[in-house]
């Protein structure tokens, strides 16, 4: 593909081939081009789909130059505000799904982010495997030891892995089966759309779905993506021995287990390899969509 212009300094931007990711760069004022899925990617310390997140929670007005896709030339990119939590503002893509971020907002998003869950470690793994990026990372929760409101805040860990799909799917697909009643999504004030059966009942009893558009999520939930989620959740594989929640965002397939002493040092990433292999084969299956 021939190198994009950046929309902020109309200078050429380079391509920058990381070891799992190819995202555009602008030399001249430090801005980077994203495409659908890799915000979430470059990501570290939080749970959950934040491209979708952040999108759905609005668009905002902003004094900011307005400014062309330089994916795809879509004029005007949104201005969104990361998870609404935060004084961050990128450029948004409604065609592409694409990211504008200037110089320096990789960095300021996981310092926002650090900030949301300040215990969590660094990013644990990174790595391919049949072409689709897998992460493991440790993420971390607050909660109070509340007792008529003389608790303190304690923190409890989570790991998470993610597979990536190769091509992300349509935004507003979820799918997700869940141990402990814990929202992974912690206060991000999601909008999911209505519940979707699959008119399997075995596959209904066990998770649920929900998308913005019931036949495109049909399309992608057939019989052999749902036997990979149903072999799943039946050899209920655990990294350390904790309970676990699988779900399907529509830009990966991501396993949460928890909780555990984020402080302990266990080998995490020496003991993810049966869930990295089944998370791989569930995001095979799922992206396989028959014509
Ligand atoms: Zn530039
Ligand atoms: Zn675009």
Redesign the pocket.
Known sequence: MANLT??????E?QKNEDADMTTDE??????VFLQRGELNALATGMSGDIEYCSVTSGFVESTLPARACPGCGHEPMEKINLLRLSDLIFDYCPECGGFFLNKDEIEQMNEELRRLAPDQKAQEYRGHHDGHLVRIDRTSDIYATDYLGWGRAKTRGFIRVSAFFREPMPPGIRVFHERWPIRLTKGLGLFWGQDILTGDKRFDSEFRVQGENPESVARYLDPAARAALLSFVRIGPSILGKQGSLEVTSSAVVYVEGPYDPNSPEDVVGRAGRIIELLVNIANKVEAIPE
């Open positions: 950046c929309p902020n300094c109309d200078a931007m602008c030399a001249s004022c430090g801005g």
